[in-house]
């Protein structure tokens, strides 16, 4: 079993800020892969941005949005700049592992989400 941590998620204004955070802990070997979705109301969700050996990022946030990684402490942040009012969101966290070193079977969790909300 895997955990997620989800943090930084709030209110911020059009034009401005923030920060989200993501730890993971539990058995695993290796992480394969880190990456954000979001889903607005009535919508259905969506690759923000991913990061393996490099990243990628959905063509909304291209140039806005960095996600970066921390190996040592297992968590992938997701700095969210110019934010738009059409970056309202539940923001989550997912990630890829591999259990065991003789085996490339992967595993997939989810954070529980953590709301941002872009709003004058």
């Known amino acids: 079993q895997v955990q997620l941590v989800e943090s930084g998620g709030g209110l911020v204004q059009p034009g401005g800020s923030l920060r989200l955070s993501c730890a993971a802990s539990?058995?695993?070997?290796?992480?394969?892969?880190m990456a954000w979705y979001r889903q607005a109301p009535g919508k259905e969700r969506e690759l923000v941005a991913v990061?393996?050996?490099?990243?990628r990022y959905a063509d909304s946030v291209k140039g806005r949005f960095t996600i970066s990684r921390d190996n040592a402490k297992n968590t992938v942040h997701l700095q969210m700049n110019s934010l738009k009012p059409e970056d309202t969101a539940v923001y989550y966290c997912n990630v890829v592992v591999g259990k065991f070193s003789w085996s490339n079977n992967v595993y997939e969790y989810w954070g529980q989400g953590t709301q941002v909300t872009v709003s004058s």
């Open positions: 990061i393996t050996s490099s990243t």
């Open positions: 539990g058995s695993f070997f290796s992480i394969n892969a």
